[in-house]
């Protein structure tokens, strides 16, 4: 049974940096894409950024030039660095992975970031 459990969430304040982390387990083989979305209150699920596993990564319009995604291929953990955080980033941010052979979609059970001064 493939799981997807993330950590890293929690309370800054405006301008400061997080990173999530998201740990996959459970899958015989490697998961493509994986990354992460977010849904804020009121307002449909979005992509953030997902990456494949050789280097290449699609980022949304919110994360470009802020959000940074990195995964380790050999611990199957995919992260994501958030840069100049703002108070419209507070979102529940959700771990995402597909199998390339079923294209079953996975995801966490999401962790809270809330951006507050």
């Known amino acids: 049974q493939v799981q997807l459990v993330e950590s890293g969430g929690g309370l800054v304040q405006p301008g400061e940096s997080l990173t999530l982390s998201c740990i996959v387990s459970?899958?015989?083989?490697?998961?493509?894409?994986m990354g992460w979305y977010r849904q804020a209150p009121g307002k449909q699920r979005e992509l953030v950024a997902v990456?494949?596993?050789?280097?290449?990564?699609d980022y949304g319009d919110s994360a470009k030039g802020r959000f940074t995604i990195s995964r380790d291929n050999a611990k199957n953990t995919v992260y994501l660095l958030m840069s100049s955080l703002r108070p419209e980033d507070t979102a529940v941010y959700y771990c995402?992975?597909?199998?390339?052979?079923?294209?079953?979609?996975?995801w966490g059970q999401g962790t809270q970031v809330t951006v507050s001064s």
């Open positions: 995402y992975a597909r199998s390339p052979i079923t294209r079953t979609e996975f």
């Open positions: 990456a494949t596993s050789v280097g290449s990564a």
């Open positions: 459970g899958s015989r083989f490697s998961l493509n894409p």
